[in-house]
């Protein structure tokens, strides 16, 4: 296969730059640092509702594999990816991801008090349940409300279940219209992850490639510049390229990946350039969560 040649080529243990998220590849940028700092900090303080977003791409999916690894047995988790649908939908989702046996007949209170006992015999056990949702932008209004009724389980003082969001930026919008308001008002931590400037594009590279095995000089100043330019600091897209750029440099017999490299990956339109990032900021400078929270 075309990877195994190049990754034998340049002598790296494994591809650097996989597309898949991968814990054991993760560059700890300063927005990733404070993203998951923000994880931590939900969790750590049982608050009921974190939110975290960011642009498709910019790592999102990897810190919450991270974060699952670091918990500790008293945290039960709850991993729902792409869930969709309406009222009740969003429930067998749930049911599903806790392992919590259910039937296609039983009715939404049915299944609810399942939910509910599942909770509460887990708080008794000296644990907590985390339902972490990715690609939560897909999530209905519906949906979204239905999840700030979930937490109604909580009671006094004790928080028997927590909620993380992560989605991409258009999850703040939705969180913040008229209609979720108490929603918003629930969202104690939130945090948007951007996408790295052009010294951390840098860092990233050499970070992937010394991980791999490889030296970290595999690509030249002038081809990192080249691919900051051309991804805008998207991590996926970054792999992307990067890794097309290594079958190019290997099949070449180039030991250094040089711009005319990358100006050749670019002419031959194996990569399509992406459009400015950062959408949600661009249009919405202060959060419009915080001001909605007032």
């Given at each position: 296969?075309?990877?195994?040649?190049?990754?034998?080529?340049?002598?790296?243990?494994?591809r650097p730059?996989?597309?898949?998220?991968?814990?054991?590849?993760?560059?700890?940028?300063?927005?990733?640092?404070?993203?998951?700092?923000?994880?931590?900090?939900?969790i750590s303080?049982?608050?009921?509702?974190?939110?975290?977003?960011?642009?498709?791409?910019?790592?999102?999916?990897?810190?919450?594999?991270?974060?699952?690894?670091?918990?500790?047995?008293?945290?039960?988790?709850?991993?729902?990816?792409?869930?969709?649908?309406?009222?009740?939908?969003?429930?067998?989702?749930?049911?599903?991801?806790?392992?919590?046996?259910?039937?296609?007949?039983?009715?939404?209170?049915?299944?609810?008090?399942?939910?509910?006992?599942?909770?509460?015999?887990?708080?008794?056990?000296?644990?907590?349940?985390?339902?972490?949702?990715?690609?939560?932008?897909?999530?209905?209004?519906?949906?979204?409300?239905?999840?700030?009724?979930?937490?109604?389980?909580?009671?006094?003082?004790?928080?028997?279940l927590q909620?993380?969001?992560?989605?991409?930026?258009?999850?703040?919008?939705?969180?913040?219209?008229?209609?979720?308001?108490?929603?918003?008002?629930?969202?104690?931590?939130?945090?948007?992850?951007?996408?790295?400037?052009?010294?951390?594009?840098?860092?990233?590279?050499?970070?992937?490639?010394?991980?791999?095995?490889?030296?970290?000089?595999?690509?030249?100043?002038?081809?990192?510049?080249?691919?900051?330019?051309?991804?805008?600091?998207?991590?996926?897209?970054?792999?992307?390229?990067?890794?097309?750029?290594?079958?190019?440099?290997?099949?070449?017999?180039?030991?250094?990946?040089?711009?005319?490299?990358?100006?050749?990956?670019?002419?031959?339109?194996?990569?399509?350039?992406?459009?400015?990032?950062?959408?949600?900021?661009?249009?919405?400078?202060?959060?419009?969560?915080?001001?909605?929270?007032?």
């Open positions: 296969m075309v990877a195994e040649i190049y990754t034998s080529f340049f002598g790296f243990r494994e730059f996989t597309l898949l998220p991968d814990p054991d590849f993760l560059f700890w940028s300063d927005q990733h640092e404070r993203a998951y700092t923000i994880f931590e900090y939900g303080t049982r608050a009921p509702l974190t939110v975290v977003t960011g642009e498709i791409g910019a790592g999102k999916t990897t810190l919450i594999q991270q974060l699952l690894a670091s918990l500790g047995d008293d945290v039960t988790i709850g991993l729902i990816s792409n869930a969709q649908g309406g009222r009740g939908d969003l429930l067998r989702w749930v049911l599903y991801a806790l392992g919590i046996d259910s039937d296609v007949s039983d009715d939404y209170i049915t299944s609810f008090k399942k939910f509910q006992d599942f909770v509460v015999d887990e708080y008794a056990k000296g644990n907590h349940v985390v339902l972490v949702i990715d690609e939560a932008q897909n999530l209905s209004i519906e949906a979204l409300e239905e999840l700030r009724m979930f937490t109604n389980i909580n009671s006094n003082k004790d928080e028997l909620l993380i969001l992560v989605g991409q930026p258009e999850l703040r919008e939705i969180i913040a219209s008229p209609s979720l308001m108490q929603f918003a008002q629930r969202v104690t931590a939130t945090y948007h992850l951007r996408s790295l400037d052009e010294k951390a594009t840098g860092a990233y590279i050499k970070h992937r490639l010394r991980h791999a095995g490889g030296s970290g000089e595999e690509f030249s100043d002038e081809a990192i510049s080249s691919i900051y330019d051309e991804t805008l600091g998207v991590p996926r897209l970054i792999n992307k390229l990067c890794d097309l750029a290594l079958v190019y440099a290997a099949a070449d017999s180039q030991r250094v990946v040089g711009i005319e490299l990358i100006r050749e990956l670019v002419a031959d339109a194996l990569f399509i350039k992406p459009q400015p990032q950062d959408r949600y900021l661009l249009r919405n400078p202060i959060s419009q969560i915080d001001k909605a929270a007032e």
